[in-house]
């Protein structure tokens, strides 16, 4: 998916506004700050995942307009020679910083912030947003149907269901960085090295003259670890007991056990239950049970909750789609404009929605963690200009929704959340490898209390702003 080349995939005004840019004297030359933030966690969450960050910085390094690129723009017959020059020329030559892919992040915080001129920080607006929220909404989901299966194994399965071919491929990878053990996506595995796996279909159940011929045939050709889908014909009364005869037949000679069946469809914890009976009384009780059919986090915990035998769990469509709440809620918006001397003027979006009013001005985030516990207790906005919080000092924090909500910290340490990751146009960060980010991930969840990551009525973290933001933000909303 890296190869691909993404100038255009951009909405329309992004160049309208570029070529008004630069026929306008005033704001050619400004430097603009941009912040990405999310304003609302997906499925009524306590937190959600961040990523997308290597296919950004990919795609901030390389964007370029080919001679295609113009001739397409040329020919809707609204852009002029030189701006057509311009993005001829065009590469970026701005500053970015942004949370490291994996963290655990929260509505209204900066993410992602871009520096840049006003043309070159415009036009990384839509590939950055469909980015970041397209990846981050699957590696969020995903994160909660690994926290409902309780230490089992959970695969992602939903190349087919998935909104086109990149969106398989990099979902797959979001989901591998929100706790899934790989995938069923072949060249999510090939790309991005998420660990890719499979078996069999119903169809190659039913190309064989019997269940038993089938399953036979597998084992023969995957004896190390066959995994039988049990389900084509009669879980309890052909599958299973035809998995077991095919396992004594051709796996026990060789004294193999690593195997597994399938249920996909049907009342999975009643037929896991009676399999698990049948195969520990044939003596495969090392044979696992693995569940797939639409599954999500909530029917994984209630399986798990009624019994059920499960050992590992395929999920697809409500997964790779997030299919109770598809979108995810990350904007771009201008906090500040910087002029050639240099003075930093603070931008502010003011709306009748209360949600909708935007943080001014450069900023940074820290989180501030408990010394006693390790456990992440709030986070504090902070203008780039200010101190960190001070350490050896109480520090008050509010509730930005119920703001007479408040807490007192004390005994906190606190960690910067943005790093630079492009200046002056140049790649400075490292991305990891993609299992170092997973594993990041899982750390990072690790910090939130349990009453933050539950998935109903979870408490809500604390994000506030420091006294001086918010002194600005108060004034600024009443035109002062």
Request: hydrophobic share 40%.
């Amino acid at each position: 998916m890296t190869d691909r080349h993404y100038s255009l995939v951009c909405d329309f005004y992004e160049l309208t506004m570029a070529r008004g840019y630069l026929h306008t004297p005033e704001a050619a030359h400004m430097t603009a700050y941009f912040d990405v933030f999310f304003r609302r966690i997906p499925d009524g969450g306590g937190y959600a995942i961040a990523a997308g960050l290597e296919q950004i910085l990919d795609y901030v390094s390389n964007l370029h307009f080919d001679d295609e690129d113009i001739e397409f723009l040329r020919g809707k017959g609204i852009f002029d020679e030189e701006f057509l020059s311009y993005l001829r020329a065009f590469r970026f030559t701005g500053d970015v910083w942004a949370v490291p892919e994996g963290t655990v992040i929260f509505p209204g915080e900066p993410v992602i912030t871009v520096r840049a001129p006003i043309i070159e920080a415009q036009l990384l607006e839509t590939f950055i947003l469909l980015t970041f929220n397209h990846q981050s909404l699957v590696a969020t989901k995903a994160s909660r149907v690994v926290r409902a299966a309780s230490g089992r194994t959970v695969t992602e399965f939903g190349s087919r269901r998935a909104h086109g071919p990149d969106a398989a491929v990099l979902g797959a990878r979001a989901a591998y960085i929100g706790g899934c053990a790989g995938t069923a996506c072949a060249e999510s595995d090939r790309v991005f090295g998420v660990p890719a796996g499979g078996t069999m279909a119903h169809s190659w159940v039913q190309m064989f003259p019997t269940e038993l011929d089938a399953f036979r045939a597998y084992c023969r050709l995957y004896p190390e670890s066959p995994t039988l889908l049990v389900d084509t014909y009669n879980v309890l009364s052909s599958g299973v007991p035809n998995a077991i005869a095919a396992f004594d037949e051709v796996l026990k000679p060789k004294g193999l056990t690593n195997c597994a069946i399938r249920l996909d469809s049907g009342d999975i914890t009643y037929l896991s239950k009676k399999a698990r009976a049948m195969l520990d009384a044939a003596g495969w009780n090392s044979c696992k049970i693995v569940a797939s059919n639409s599954l999500d986090e909530y029917i994984i915990r209630d399986l798990i909750r009624q019994g059920a035998a499960v050992d590992a769990f395929g999920v697809g469509e409500r997964m790779i789609t997030s299919r109770s709440e598809p979108v995810f809620d990350g904007v771009y918006k201008l906090c500040a404009v910087e002029e050639p001397d240099g003075a930093i003027i603070p931008k502010i979006k003011i709306s009748e929605n209360a949600a909708k009013i935007t943080n001014p001005h450069f900023k940074t985030v820290y989180r501030l963690y408990s010394r006693e516990t390790g456990k992440a207790e709030a986070d504090l906005i902070c203008l780039r200009s200010e101190d960190a919080p001070d350490e050896t000092r109480p520090l008050e924090i509010f509730d930005p929704e119920h703001t007479w909500k408040r807490k007192t910290l004390e005994n906190f340490r606190a960690r910067e959340m943005l790093v630079q990751v492009v200046s002056g146009g140049r790649l400075v960060y490292d991305c990891p490898p993609l299992s170092d980010v997973r594993a990041y991930c899982a750390a990072e969840q690790e910090t939130l209390w349990d009453e933050v990551t539950r998935f109903e009525n979870p408490h809500n973290y604390y994000v506030d702003l420091s006294l001086p933001l918010w002194t600005l933000k108060n004034r600024m909303l009443l035109g002062r």
